[in-house]
């Protein structure tokens, strides 16, 4: 094959290329990509040696990569991701792409004229129409909230299907006041679950502008009057499925119970739902309203307890236990943390057929659980269960586990209690555990040493173990865990 054949690749592998994401990884790809490239304007006596040696690339020419990366196809294009001080250098990529469904702004912040990015956005609309996901992200700057064209911005998406404000910390402080077009298309909306804000004052009701049909989706005027207004947004979106939200008030969905009651039918097909708050009442209670609201269709629940300082268990009140006792015959997928997850009542798992997955974690500072995971087994069909905080393993737990969760399939243990396990009953733990593909451990250098022998001695060929120790060297062919969530 001669020379002139090999100047155009033979599989032209861009045509894959659907989602443009401006990250460090993408640009530190150039330089192996186009090693020939000019990186930064050569000084008069500089030598070519010289210049191919600084792997710097100017900001001109990674915006001209990137131009003629999104180009290449420019109708396969459905992701475009950036930081809006770039934004200015893409306004004239946005009408070619005639597929464009998800747009994505990061360092959104006071500083920033935020009229390039509406203005790309419209033309797109006026266009096309097909961006139907919007990520806005930026810093903790609550100047943003006053600038009047922020929450415009989602005013411009014509038919919103994703929101996703969980990069953006400030977003809920103003909630009610976002300009949605077509709240009857939005099926995601996202915050930032690891930050509420602090409790406002009491809302006002709706405005009279609301139109009549979101009327009608809340029900009874005269009973919407009593209600918690500061979630009318969720309320009002009909095809809401996934809800990702901090919440302040513990009667923010006292208006979901209320429709339930009067007719289960006109409830939104709620699939995904994770919840936080700063207090672990008001989340409690939030969680078991949703629970008994939307349990016909909930898939996947979490629910966090912010703790903002540690605190002595022992001036904690004996908390009440947090559960249901009506079946969830969808849901798949649980996660509890904080206070919430020493809170649960496991004989909830019964009326869980379909859990497959199951996550607990505690804080450091959380009192340790006694005979309290062995109820787990109340769920059969796990195969995935996350231990992270002060639970107590010992050598009866590991046994009755292995006897009660056959298809369990992954297991994790994470800054446990394990004064009480022995070797022997940590071994015979998951030879019993038949199903078990990965053990993740950080439980302390003995438990390692442990974990070692077992792995050279006894494991199965199928199964993977990966350890970390803060104290312990590492060990070849391990992968160190991300450390365990701390307040």
Known sequence: MNQEALKKPLVDYLAAYHHHYLCMNLSSTFPILFPNIQRQPLPVNATAPLAQANTTITMFTRNEIERTLLLHHPDRIKTISLPIQRLAAFESVGPHLSSLMRFELFGVSWHFNLDPAIAF????????????????????????????????IMKVIKNPKVIDLSRYKEATKDLNSYEIQNRDSLEQLLFDLDYVPPTLPPSSPPSPVVSALAVSFLGDPGQVREQDYSLDLVRTCPRLKTLQIGV????????????????????????????SSNKTSTVKQALEDCVYAFRDTLEDLKGVALRLSPVDPALSEIPPFFGWTWPLHQLTVLSLRGELAGWFDMNSLKYCPKLTEFHLTLYPYSPVKVDYLESVVLAPHLKVLSLVGRWILNDRLLSVLGDGLPKLKT??????????????????????????????????????????????????????IRMRSDDAPWFEGEVRLMPAFRP
């Open 121 to 152: 956005l419209q033309q797109h609309a006026r266009l096309f129409g097909t961006i139907r996901e919007l990520k806005l992200a930026g810093p903790n700057d609550v100047r943003l909230l006053q600038k009047p064209n922020l929450h415009s």
């Open 248 to 275: 302040q008030s513990p009667t923010a969905f006292h208006w979901a119970v209320s429709r339930y009651d009067a007719d289960p039918l006109t409830m939104q097909h709620l699939n995904t739902l994770h919840l």
């Open 411 to 464: 297991l994790t243990a994470d800054g446990c209690e394990h004064d009480e396990l022995t070797g022997e009953g940590l071994f015979q733990g998951l030879d019993k555990m038949s199903a078990l593909r990965t053990v993740e451990v950080e439980l302390g250098q003995r438990v390692e040493v442990l974990m070692r022998e077992y792995r050279v001695g006894r494991a199965r060929p199928d199964l993977s």
